[in-house]
């Protein structure tokens, strides 16, 4: 069996009783990067071999996964934080095992994004989630505009680096129109920023940008 183990986005309470029981029996846990899935074992007394599994070896690290499902073991696949499959290479660890009628089950827990939506008050009812958007200014606004013709709230990730250029970007394309902006979520310096592009684009400029952002529209 191929567990896919959601696990905390900040606070390493925020793990399911059922996530840390499959931890523990599982023959072996596949993580982006191996010291710091460690501290999450550490921390539930959790002593399993782990193995990497990230972007730049998934094709040879995947063949070798399925291999070991295939005799029959069982392994836990985890992100550095959330749910696996969402922005990260366990979708292709995923795809490999269905199309190897590898049996497969989801142990839920944390998203960042759907935590951050339900934290804005934003209408949650129907969304679009955008992942991140291209990091070069020009593709960046013409997917906005298109993202602009929808009728249901925004959600999308950016970086520390591009926050600020991203917020003149959303007041270029949709005016000085209501956002929110999620970061540390969480953790002890969890912030949300709510209000037009421009006052939030004031508010965090004030200080240096940090972490991963979760941006509503």
Not at 26 to 35: F, G, N, P, Q, S
Request: charged fraction near 20%; proline fraction near 4%; include cysteine.
């Amino acid at each position: 069996m191929l567990y896919i183990v959601a696990t905390p986005i900040g606070n390493l309470k925020d793990i399911t009783l059922r996530a840390v029981e499959i931890l523990k029996s599982v023959d072996l846990i596949a993580c982006e990067d191996t010291r710091h899935t460690k501290i999450l074992l550490q921390h539930y007394n959790i002593d399993k071999p782990v193995t990497s599994y990230f972007e730049h070896n998934k094709i040879t690290k995947g063949k070798y996964l399925v291999s070991l499902l295939k005799e029959g073991k069982d392994i836990a696949l985890v992100s550095d934080a959330g749910t696996p499959g969402i922005l990260d290479p366990g979708y292709n660890i995923i795809n490999l095992a269905i199309q190897n009628n590898i049996a497969l089950t989801v142990i839920p827990g944390a998203a960042a994004f759907v935590d951050a939506l339900v934290l804005s008050g934003k209408p949650a009812h129907r969304f679009i989630f955008e992942g991140f958007l291209p990091s070069r200014a020009v593709a960046r606004q013409n997917r906005l505009k298109a993202l602009a013709k929808s009728n249901c709230t925004i959600v999308f990730y950016e970086s520390c680096h591009r926050i600020e250029a991203t917020l003149r970007d959303i007041g270029v394309v949709f005016g000085n129109k209501e956002v929110v902006l999620a970061r540390e979520l969480t953790k002890k310096f969890e912030e949300v920023v709510r209000g037009s592009s421009s006052a939030v684009l004031n508010a965090i400029s004030s200080t240096k940008p940090r972490g991963e952002f979760v941006v509503i529209i």
